[in-house]
């Protein structure tokens, strides 16, 4: 490899690398492997969590290899914006798939529940086959699918695990002032502070998810109100695991003494990631909990 | 366009070829292997997916079941839609794009190699599941690439290798259109402002946009189809409270965007194209970009006019009939633009621009037919009938298709170093516009004429037409073996040296470099003026 210093005009081109095609065969075993366990092929199982392992693999690698070039000064300010601007366009992406989730919930909820209560010219239908069905919201649909069921309040659990998250925001704001300003120490304080509030969060929702299940009868099975509770919180309990996740790499990061004041971009794009989930927890608690 | 090629000779150690052996492709970082990659990948795909509709073709050539059973003839229409949609067109572009982008803008390679790598070795795989479904119990996924549930929940093994096979694409195109949006907006040469760009950049600007909006969407369809069918979800069942139609609403919300990201490229090659064999600078290249940035947004608002026979509120149809037909205007700019761009210039007619001018013109027969379809009490009569297989099927080969192969006999010089036959090319489109619309053309008449798509029989009265289109597909098929062969040939280096600026019009950085373009371009960024 050439030495650091040609590079400081020069935009970092890598060399070869082997940890794609690792991705590419763990993104295929992953897939087909949980295919055919849906299917009822029993070595399935065994094939997708292979294919996880290679997957978990080639994240550490990949990551390796970066954070390497990164601490040896291969990376200009070119470099640097790339990856801002690649960031910000993931961020983007992400937030168009819980879009189609929160599209699903306002289509119910405003169209496809009260034209099977029979509202308007499309009403017939839902008035020839379910003529008892009542429009109202949360429901399972003409048929209950599920069986009866208590909706999630908003109130109790859900409005304390909003406040752990905006607070999570918060604290993460102070370790990112404070690694603007060169305090390796409080950047470490506040960054764990955002981390354990991530965990007290999941932990919150694996227990409200527990509480679903056996006490109000709630599951993914309970028709419409069901799917999109489970899918959006399940949706978004996967992005904050995966933002923790992203937070404590960057903690011990930094407690191995990477990153400095005007070098820390993979600390700037977990806190986006984190600023993206939390506020995408505010969208949910607004449309899944409180209306 | 000038620039100063003077930076361009002192590099360092970073400044080696390709590595030796097969290794190089698995491992490769450079956008020019990359593109190559694409582009064969696509070729390939674009070969299984045309075997499929000769399948069908086949089928059709007279009535009554003759050759293969409606099931299998239900998964070739569904398999060779989705084969051709992100196995061949999707592919080629991004495969253009990679050989291109960074050496038209004069970047040293694209912004994030390795994730390039990433999103092309996925294809493989993806493509991997999706075809081994056809050797499963129940045979491959049957109802149309559309998907629509409740009827797509019956797919049998095949159901989670379709879905999961479409995340993987998904998450590969995601990954390609963030590396452009990247690429362009970080790594031009110093000078190059944003309307300075060559259009073929701007329209993957674009399209690289429209992508990172909708991919995702389309992931999250299928993700519903996915756990409705396996894990007791409800979003697509009316009896728990939801609603198929919602299906539809979401898959087109992501299948209108799709419809321009196969086209807009194609937009960005004639627009260099033209030009070139015109022998004059675009007409209106600013308004060729609005237009462009039109056709995206209005791409988001119009996804219902693919299901206007659902039953939808006449406020929404409405509404919906209007926006597409608003599409028209930025459309019919680009078309005047080019038809501008010809008027009184000195054309000459090599190959490219044979493929550029029947682009033009049955690309716009493809437009028409789609504001035929845009008007709600007539897309009552035309919807799922043949009329609509005519449509975008012009948009999609003499649209899409003919602008890849257009942009491939323009550059390809540049990356071999060799001329093709000029003879072979122009055999190859002559016979390949013959029979295209001797295949599509009879489709607009049985279609209006009330014959179904998706249906491996049909009454007597459409049988002549229905041979038509059958000979036309044969011979369609046989034509690409000419392309095929003149690749071929290229590739292994045979042929007339071609000249750095390969044509006498040819504009642009790419022609800047010799022929075929070195492993590594603009390690320096050229200035541009």
């Given amino acids: 490899m050439a030495h650091a210093s040609d590079y400081k005009n020069v935009y970092y081109v890598p060399h070869g690398s082997y940890w794609p095609m690792v991705g590419s065969v763990g993104l295929f075993l992953l897939a087909g492997g949980f295919a055919m366990a849906l299917n009822g092929h029993g070595v399935g199982s065994w094939v997708s969590i292979a294919g996880a392992a290679t997957l978990l693999v080639m994240v550490f690698g990949w990551f390796r290899d970066v954070i390497n070039e990164s601490v040896a000064g291969l990376y200009n300010a070119q470099v640097e914006r790339t990856y801002r601007w690649a960031m910000g366009w993931f961020i983007f992406s992400e937030g168009m798939f819980f879009g189609a989730f929160f599209g699903a919930l306002f289509y119910a909820r405003t169209f496809a529940i009260s034209w099977l209560g029979g509202e308007g010219e499309k009403g017939l239908t839902g008035n020839l086959l379910w003529p008892d069905f009542a429009a109202t919201w949360p429901t399972a649909g003409p048929l209950e699918l599920g069986g009866e069921f208590i909706a999630m309040g908003a109130w109790g659990l859900p409005a304390i695990n909003t406040a752990i998250l905006l607070t999570s925001s918060w604290t993460l704001t102070i370790a990112h002032h404070a690694i603007k300003e060169d305090n390796r120490q409080k950047v470490i304080n506040w960054l764990a502070a955002t981390v354990a509030l991530g965990v007290i969060f999941l932990f919150i929702q694996g227990y409200e998810y527990v509480h679903a299940y056996q006490d109000l009868n709630l599951t993914l099975e309970s028709g419409i109100y069901g799917s999109t509770f489970f899918m959006l919180t399940g949706f978004h309990g996967l992005h904050v695991t995966l933002g923790a996740i992203i937070l404590a790499v960057i903690l011990i990061r930094l407690i191995k003494g990477h990153m400095s004041a005007d070098n820390h971009f993979a600390f700037e794009a977990g806190a986006w990631y984190w600023h993206f989930v939390d506020v995408v927890w505010v969208g949910v608690f607004i449309f899944v909990y409180i209306l | ?529």
């Fill in chain 2, 1 to 529: 366009m000038a620039y100063s090629a003077t930076a361009d000779e002192h590099h360092d150690a970073h400044h080696d070829g390709p590595a030796p052996g097969l290794m190089r492709w698995v491992t490769t970082t450079n956008h020019k292997d990359l593109g190559t990659l694409y582009l064969w990948f696509s070729l390939i795909m674009f070969f299984v997916g045309g075997s499929m509709a000769l399948v069908i073709r086949a089928e059709l050539f007279q009535p009554g079941l003759s050759l293969v059973q409606p099931e299998f003839f239900n998964q070739m229409t569904t398999m060779h839609a989705l084969i051709m949609i992100f196995g061949a067109v999707m592919p080629a572009f991004v495969g253009l794009a990679n050989w291109l982008l960074p050496m038209m803008i004069g970047a040293p390679d694209m912004a994030l190699p390795r994730v390039n790598n990433w999103g092309f070795w996925i294809l493989p795989f993806a493509f991997t599941l999706l075809l081994s479904t056809l050797f499963m119990p129940g045979g491959a996924p049957a109802l149309g690439w559309t998907m629509y549930p409740p009827l797509v929940l019956q797919t049998g093994e095949a159901f989670p290798f379709l879905i999961l096979s479409i995340h993987l694409m998904g998450i590969s195109s995601i990954m390609g259109a963030i590396n452009i949006v990247a690429t362009i907006l970080n790594m031009r040469a110093p000078g190059m402002t944003l309307m300075k760009m060559p259009l073929f950049v701007w329209s993957w600007l674009i399209t690289a946009y429209l992508l990172i909006a909708v991919m995702p969407v389309l992931a999250g369809a299928v993700t519903m189809l996915f756990t409705d069918k396996f894990f007791g979800t409800a979003f697509f069942s009316a009896a728990g409270g939801g609603d198929p139609v919602l299906f539809q609403h979401i898959f087109w919300f992501f299948g209108h965007p799709e419809v321009y990201i196969l086209i807009l490229p194609a937009f960005g090659i004639i627009s260099h194209i033209i030009p070139a064999f015109c022998r004059k600078p675009l007409f209106g290249k600013a308004s060729m970009v609005y237009a462009m940035a039109a056709i995206a947004f209005l791409s988001f608002i119009v996804w219902a006019h693919h299901m206007f026979t659902v039953g939808m509120p006449l406020a929404a149809a409405l509404f919906f009939m209007f926006a597409t037909m608003l599409i028209a205007v930025p459309t019919g700019v680009k078309i005047f633009n080019w038809l501008a761009t010809m008027w009184r210039s000195a054309m000459t007619f090599e190959t490219p621009m044979l493929f550029a001018l029947g682009f033009v013109f049955m690309f716009t027969i493809g437009g028409l037919s789609g504001l035929m379809l845009a008007i709600v009490p007539a897309d009552f009569q035309y919807h799922d009938s043949y009329f609509v297989v005519a449509h975008f099927h012009y948009v999609l080969v003499p649209g899409s298709v003919f602008a890849i192969m257009a942009g491939v006999y323009y550059w390809l010089p540049k990356w071999t170093g060799v001329m093709y036959s000029e003879v072979l090319g122009k055999l190859h489109f002559w016979l390949t516009t013959i029979f295209v619309n001797l295949t599509f053309f009879p489709m607009h008449f049985i279609g209006l004429a009330g014959m179904p798509r998706r249906i491996p029989d049909y009454a007597l009265q459409f049988t002549t037409f229905n041979q038509m289109a059958t000979v036309g597909a044969i011979g369609f098929g046989l034509s690409q073996l000419i392309f095929l062969y003149i690749v071929i040939r290229s590739v292994s280096r045979a042929g007339e040296k071609a000249s750095d600026r390969v044509w006498e019009g040819s504009e642009g950085l790419e022609f800047e470099v010799p022929s075929p373009a070195p492993y590594h371009t603009f390690t320096t960024p050229p200035a541009v003026r």
